[in-house]
């Protein structure tokens, strides 16, 4: 910024655009609370079913969002305006301040033009009017004028153009919608483009990293690692090939010998702030970062040389995505390409387990968990915070039934013929997983692990550990086909599970969020079971032989039986309310009363209640005749330490698919979810006795009776909670649902014996 420019600038102008963009925000937050109450709010009370109860209320939650972004960018636009039109005019202030004391001094600042100006004396002593005393000044009040008058230019000039650069790259970032970058101020905004062009700078030269700079890069990369124009910034500054080298080189322990000597246990924290900065910075919709990302996408099948190692792109790329919420349409295009990379290096799955084996290939994962060798473990991670990118990846398909691959049918009428797999069958059916080791030299299964949560995310449509939604509640029909095939390969091969207990915590944890199609599937009553166990979105169906064989060997491990059985009372107890508020939910016959037809809805429930657990208990009972009596304490540990996640889980299954009785939200934001759920699971928490006996429900695996007689006690006590609740309570329905929930434990028994093999309840049980 010039002297003139400065000197005689109006910003009055600027301050009515500041005004202005004040007036827009108003009239955005206005738009954005009548999109809240009437479109969303509107959305949630209304009775979806099928694809509206996912699709249509999806795009309604987005377009709902985009309002709230709007508001977020133009503040963010009008607080950088007005910080920079402040500090313009304190710098105006201090520019004029200066000249005047220049003036005192006999001192003038000039334009010269083009931006420059001198400093020169105003009025030569010789021209000095008649008894006119010209004040004195040196050589170094010249300079020191000078000197000062430069500086604020200096200082204005970079209050000016980082303005600019910073409302261009948050305009950037979303070209075609809101960005929802927040900054209070232009200060916060410059410091964040001005790190992120330092630290990827550093970044570029892995070899000359000395520790202090290493310190600083994961300093900088802690901080601002969900800092949108930073993110974006240092990714596409550094550059995906940047960002491979980078970590490729950072890992060949012989570019750096200093560097990993002195940081090599540090490794693992630079790993995931890098990672999570690399997944914020996906978020951006700018130009600079899409090609970013088509970029990394394109290296992924490039071997990555470095002094003394080579990695795929893939392999590096991957085990920086075990953190953070990476782009959605990134991870779709990335995992299309690497399982077809991997598809091609197998021989279409012949040999995975070698496809990613390099004689040259360097530990890349710094966590202590696995090598980082295989580039389906950090994806996996990535996919289980991304719901959408999971489901989608895993319904694709990885070989036809026309393909050339040893993938057939073992039986059946087609038996001995090559068939089609989905991306879902290969993972958890075929693949063989790369042998990985942990930092104690252990077998590692995080790869394997990660498949499960990336399965939850990708059935359950929100990102595993975390709780669910009224948004992600209602399953999509992608989703319901997948926990389909889940049910049904654990069925066809229960060892697929049994092999990987590991995973059964994951099945468990979802088939808790589909229990009404669970539910539906032990019921008989075709006609009706709609309304017994109503749901809004779409279902998954599956036969009552799949079921009970799934359910029995998920019941066979403990976090999987503790998931079960806890959202089935969850389910049970939250769906018993339901029917007590609204007695002609499932069957309204004229020719009984009310009470009568609740007594079949509580009844149909307590059966499936009981039928539900009799079939993870014997699962439990024979997982303890197999590995000894002593497993039980597992069993009881998982329950307790279950605790939590159980809490996060109240209503599931029931909120939204009652919205037309209860209301927007449902069992979720009423009160079904709240008093009688949680009391019936504070019993289990808290070691409640079931009888005089002194036995704590559930806590006795041993003997299928016991949880017999638990299952009864907590489903009884679900119906009396659940008719307080409601104010319809009946002590006769109540003892009752107990004998009901009898007759399911018996049914289980036939079932199990029926259905699985070798497997059947404890003989000293029921």
């Not at 580039?375 to 070989?399: C, E, H, I, K, Y």
């Not at 006590?717 to 009898?742: D, K, L, Q, V, Y």
């Amino acid at each position: 910024m010039d002297l003139e420019a400065l000197r005689f600038a109006n910003f009055g102008k600027l301050g009515t655009a500041i005004d202005d963009w004040s007036a827009m925000i108003t009239k955005l937050e206005e738009l954005k609370e009548d999109a809240r109450t009437q479109l969303d709010q509107r959305s949630r009370n209304a009775n979806w079913r099928g694809v509206n109860a996912t699709v249509t209320r999806e795009f309604i939650t987005k377009t709902t969002g985009e309002f709230g972004d709007a508001v977020t960018e133009a503040t963010s636009i009008r607080n950088i305006l007005r910080d920079t039109r402040n500090e313009l005019i304190g710098y105006q202030s201090d520019l004029n301040g200066a000249i005047e004391r220049g003036l005192a001094k006999n001192l003038t600042v000039v334009s010269t033009g083009g931006g420059g100006f001198t400093v020169s004396m105003n009025i030569h002593p010789d021209r000095a009017a008649a008894g006119h005393q010209v004040p004195e000044h040196t050589e170094a009040d010249v300079t020191a004028l000078r000197d000062e008058v430069q500086g604020i230019l200096d200082r204005a000039t970079e209050s000016d153009s980082s303005a600019a650069a910073v409302l261009v790259a948050l305009v950037e970032q979303s070209p075609h919608g809101f960005a929802d970058a927040s900054y209070s101020d232009r200060d916060t905004a410059a410091d964040a483009l001005r790190a992120a062009d330092d630290m990827a700078r550093l970044a570029r030269n892995p070899k000359d990293l000395s520790p202090e700079e290493f310190d600083r890069l994961n300093r900088n990369l802690e901080r601002y690692a969900d800092d949108d124009l930073f993110a974006e910034r240092f990714a596409t500054q550094l550059g995906a090939r940047g960002t491979l080298e980078f970590w490729a080189g950072l890992n060949d322990l012989t570019e750096n010998p200093e560097l990993s000597r002195s940081r090599i246990e540090q490794f693992g924290s630079l790993q995931e702030h890098l990672g999570l900065t690399l997944a914020h910075a996906t978020q951006s919709d700018s130009g600079a970062m899409a090609r970013w990302e088509q970029d990394m996408v394109g290296l992924g099948d490039e071997r990555i040389q470095r002094r003394a190692s080579q990695n795929y792109g893939f392999q590096v790329m991957s085990n920086l995505m075990r953190w953070g919420d990476f782009d959605d349409k990134f991870l779709t295009n990335y995992g299309n390409e690497l399982i077809a990379n991997e598809k091609q290096r197998s021989h279409n799955g012949r040999a995975a387990d070698i496809a990613w084996h390099s004689p040259m290939s360097s530990m890349l994962n710094r966590t202590g968990s696995d090598g980082g060798h295989d580039p389906m473990t950090g994806f996996m991670r990535a996919l289980s915070n991304s719901p959408q990118a999971a489901t989608d990846f895993f319904s694709g398909t990885f070989v036809t039934a026309d393909e050339d691959h040893d993938f057939k049918y073992e039986d059946g009428e087609h038996e001995g013929e090559r068939r089609s797999l989905t991306n879902f069958e290969y993972l958890f059916e075929e693949r063989d997983w790369l042998p990985e080791r942990n930092s104690d030299g252990d077998e590692s299964v995080t790869g394997q692990n990660n498949l499960g949560l990336a399965l939850e995310a990708a059935t359950t449509g929100h990102p595993a550990g975390t709780a669910p939604t009224i948004d992600n509640i209602p399953h999509s029909r992608e989703q319901a086909d997948l926990y389909e095939s889940i049910v049904q390969s654990v069925s066809e091969n229960p060892e697929r599970l049994t092999e990987r207990g590991y995973l059964s915590d994951s099945f468990g944890k979802i088939t808790a969020e589909y229990m009404p199609d669970i539910n539906r599937a032990l019921n008989a009553d075709v006609a009706n079971r709609a309304n017994l166990f109503p749901v809004s979105g779409e279902v998954a169906e599956f036969g009552q032989r799949d079921v009970t064989r799934f359910l029995h060997t998920v019941g066979r491990n403990p976090e999987g039986y503790a998931a079960v059985n806890l959202g089935q009372h969850n389910y049970t107890t939250a769906l018993l309310e339901h029917h007590f508020r609204n007695p002609g939910a499932y069957v309204t016959d004229p020719n009984f009363s009310d009470m009568d037809n609740l007594k079949s809805a509580i009844g149909a429930i307590s059966r499936n209640a009981g039928e539900i657990e009799g079939t993870i208990g014997a699962g439990r009972t024979y997982e303890l005749e197999v590995e000894g009596v002593e497993k039980d304490a597992e069993f009881n540990a998982a329950l307790d330490n279950a605790s939590t996640w159980a809490g996060s889980i109240a209503g599931v299954g029931v909120g939204m698919a009652t919205a037309p009785f209860t209301g927007p939200g449902g069992v979720v934001a009423g009160g079904l979810a709240g008093t009688a759920v949680d009391e019936v699971l504070g019993m289990i928490f808290e070691g409640q006795k079931k009888d005089s006996s002194d036995e704590v429900i559930y806590r006795n695996g041993e003997h299928w009776d016991s949880m017999q007689e638990s299952t009864s006690v907590l489903v009884q006590e679900g119906a009396r909670r659940a008719g307080e609740a409601a104010g319809n309570r009946s002590p006769h329905i109540e003892s009752f649902a107990g004998g009901e929930t009898e007759i399911g434990f018996d049914n289980a028994a036939t079932n199990v014996r029926n259905y699985v093999d070798g497997q059947g309840v404890s003989s000293e049980g029921g």
